[in-house]
Every structure is written in structure tokens, then in C-alpha cells.
């Protein structure tokens, strides 16, 4: 599923298209996804303004001027893409797999975005702004890992008394929203922590924040700044609103490096895999502890 920089690499993809103007023509090209799709979408849609297209977790919000907010998830495999059709702007190609293209915008300006979703785990729902914080999808979430706000202090009270792991605190999005399996797994060797340490150790007894949750801190903000900046990663489904790749894959440390050596400098340990939660954890025992 992606995780918080492929959804943010997806939003400044959209922004320029869709920021400011209007949804000019909606096709619905079924009436479900994941959950149905709203009642009477197209039509809601039509003529109203994106004043702001924004990010929170995994979610993308379009704020509109009708006073709701479109919130969109990507799902396992879904996919926006941009055309462009107005003059003397390039035209960017179109994914011939057009079978699993499910909503189109044509927005006003010049800009076609398609949604497209293999496996239909995607999802879009109108909510009322004024309802939006309240929303089951949205009140539960915890502090967005890239705002000032989220910083040691705060990541330490929230696993103060956790006795689950590091690596299944930091996947759970009450604690910080965003994160996914591949991002803890890299942040932690970059804070050279075990993900099977006990997430409570990140705070005192009482409760102040232990110098391993300020180089967490660090390493979650700096891994996840240079996976935007590469574009996100891209194993299976991911793409950009051009059709191209993701680049950070290639940067991985740890994440699907089993049995390599660890590129810490200086440490003779090779990466190991382990299951978590249901998931792969992939770490250096020598170096993170």
C-alpha cells in the first residue's frame, strides 16, 4: 500500500492541474470501488472549485467551494494520471491498461486526471468540512510525522506506556500517520534501533523523551524527505501522475536487503528478516539494538 511520500508525490502531481479550478465534466465509469461510490457524485462535482488540495496520512482532500471535502485513498494499486491538453503544454502519455480506469476529472484546467485501480481496494468519499475532523477516518489519526509539531517529546508520550514493539508502534497511525512498513523499517536503521525494542524505552519513567527518540525523530523526517524527493518508492504499483517510477527503491538500506551487508559504515552485520505484526521487518541485529 502506499505509504506517505508516494501519496505525497501524488498530490504535488495533481495540485497544478487541479488546485484552483473547477471539475468541469465527471465520468463515473462504475458505481463502486472499495465502497460505493457517493450518491449523485458527478453531479456534485461539476462546477465546483478546488480552493486547496491537501495530504493528511495516506488520504488526499480536495477542499471544495460547495463546503465538502472529496477524500480519496489509493487502495493496494490505485493510480492518478494526468493529461494535459491545454495548448503548448506537453502532453504527458496515457497508461494503456485504460480497462481499470474507473473516475476521470476533466477539470477546467485543461487537465484530464484519471483514477485508475486494478484491484479496487481505493476508495472516495464527500464529506462536509464541517464534519470532516470528527470522521472515523480522520479523528483517530495521530500527528503528521513531517509537521513542527511532531517531535520527540510527542513521539515519546504517545509510547510511553506501550509495551507492543518500536516497529508496530511507529505502523500504528494513532501514534504517527503516514508510516508504513517500508519507512520504520528504514527510519529505524537510520536511528540504528531494534525494531523488536519495546517502544516504551523511548521515554523516562516519567515520561520525558530518551536521546534514542530524538535521533528517531531525525531519521523518520529525513528518510521520509528524501523518499518524496526521489518521487516515493515503486515495487508493484506505483506511479507518478506522469506514468513514471518512484525512485527511492534503489536507496533502501535494509528494506528487502535480506542477507546483505549493512551499509552502517564501519558494521560487519548483514540484514535480517523477521515477521512482525503480520509483516516483514527487515533490520541489521549488529548495529541496531
Known amino acids: 500500500m502506499p505509504e506517505l511520500p508516494e501519496v505525497e508525490t501524488v498530490r504535488r502531481g495533481l495540485q497544478p492541474v487541479m488546485e484552483s479550478a473547477r471539475f468541469r465534466k465527471v465520468e463515473m465509469r462504475r458505481p463502486n470501488l472499495r465502497f460505493p461510490l457517493p450518491e449523485r457524485l458527478a453531479a456534485r462535482l461539476e462546477g465546483q472549485r478546488v480552493d486547496v488540495l491537501s495530504r493528511r496520512a495516506k488520504y488526499l482532500l480536495a477542499d471544495l467551494s460547495s463546503g465538502d471535502v472529496l477524500l480519496m485513498h489509493l487502495g493496494m494499486s490505485g493510480s492518478f494520471r494526468v493529461n494535459q491538453s491545454t495548448p503548448d503544454v506537453f502532453h504527458l502519455p496515457r497508461s494503456s491498461d485504460r480497462a481499470h480506469d474507473h473516475v476521470i476529472f476533466h477539470m477546467t484546467s485543461g487537465a484530464t486526471v484519471t483514477f485508475n485501480d486494478p484491484r479496487r481496494f481505493g476508495f472516495m468519499l464527500l464529506i462536509p468540512r464541517s464534519e470532516l475532523a470528527m470522521h472515523p477516518l480522520m479523528a483517530a489519526l495521530g500527528p503528521e510525522p513531517l509537521g513542527n509539531a511532531f517531535d520527540a517529546a510527542m513521539l515519546a508520550r504517545a509510547c ?8 508496530a508502534a511507529l505502523g500504528d497511525q494513532k501514534v504517527v500517520a503516514g508510516l508504513g512498513n517500508i519507512y520504520v523499517c528504514e527510519a529505524l536503521h537510520r536511528a540504528r534501533l531494534s525494531p523488536k525494542r519495546q517502544a ?66 564501519g558494521c560487519r552485520g548483514h540484514i535480517r528478516r523477521i515477521v512482525q505484526v503480520g509483516r516483514s521487518t527487515f533490520f541489521c541485529p549488529v548495529c541496531q539494538k
Do not use: W
Not at 510511553?160 to 516497529?167: C, D, F
Not at 527511492?248 to 559504515?265: I, K, L, M, S, W
Open 160 to 167: 510511553a506506556n506501550k509495551k507492543t514493539s518500536l516497529k
Open 200 to 265: 516504551s524505552t523511548l521515554a523516562t519513567q516519567s515520561g520525558a523523551a530518551m536521546a534514542r527518540a530524538i535521533r528517531l525523530v531525525e531519521a523518520i523526517k529525513a528518510v521520509l524527505g528524501d523518499a518524496i524527493a526521489a518521487g516515493g518508492s515503486s515495487l508493484r504499483d506505483h506511479r507518478r501522475t506522469d506514468g513514471g517510477l518512484g525512485d527511492f527503491q534503489h536507496n533502501f538500506r535494509v528494506y528487502d536487503r535480506e542477507g546483505q551487508a549493512c551499509p552502517t559504515p
